[in-house]
């Protein structure tokens, strides 16, 4: 909430998650101790270019305990004498004041603590992502298997089929080659000898049967 005249933040609603709260060039003078009742989890604020006057002003904040870092530029707070050491000392909780700790060190250009829970979640849904990724895998793998099965069998039963298709054109054939063969033996001329001789036979032994009678 940047440069928008605020006058106060009597307005905000709670925010239990939040955990950076920007409301530079605005014009609050007072009122901080709705931050404590609303946001109650804020770890950075920024209230740099408004018209806070007095130490005094901040000591609500004292009721922010994961405050760390706390900007007050172009306010008129920064002009008091021994403005830092009192606001550190007024505010133990925090660690950086209008970019630097109490020994002078800057501050990092980053929240280390935010870019790891940011890390983390990026982290959560890779795997999530890699997960789900595996598993389709895993189901078109699983498909593939099937389908080779499935067309296995339709190959097997189509041999199957054609073997028995097979056996019944060649016992076809062994049966047409029998009678060929038989027919074949008729026509021969040793088959037709071997006929004669049956009947010949057959005569001779009627005759026989007749002399018989007749004596």
Do not use: W
């Amino acid at each position: 909430m940047i440069n928008i005249n605020l006058l106060s933040v009597s307005s905000l609603p709670k925010l239990n998650k939040l955990r950076k709260l920007e409301l530079s060039d605005n014009r609050i003078s007072g009122g901080l101790e709705v931050l404590a009742e609303k946001t109650p989890n804020l770890t950075h604020l920024n209230l740099s270019g408004n018209k806070i006057k007095d130490i005094n002003t901040l000591e609500p904040l004292k009721k922010l305990p994961n405050l760390h870092s706390l900007d007050l530029f172009s306010c008129e707070v920064t002009m008091l004498i021994n403005y830092r050491e009192s606001v550190f000392a007024l505010l133990p909780q925090l660690t950086y004041l209008d970019g630097f700790d109490a020994d002078e060190q800057e501050a990092p250009d980053s929240d280390p603590e935010a870019d790891g829970d940011a890390l983390e979640d990026d982290y959560e849904n890779g795997e999530e992502r890699e997960e789900e990724e595996d598993d389709e895998e895993e189901d078109d793998l699983d498909e593939e298997v099937i389908d080779d099965e499935e067309d296995e069998d339709d190959d097997l039963e189509g041999e199957e089929e054609e073997d028995g298709v097979d056996d019944e054109e060649e016992d076809e054939e062994e049966d047409g080659e029998e009678d060929e063969e038989d027919e074949a033996e008729e026509d021969h001329p040793c088959g037709q000898k071997r006929k004669r001789s049956l009947e010949d036979e057959g005569e001779e032994d009627a005759e026989d049967e007749e002399d018989d009678e007749d004596d």
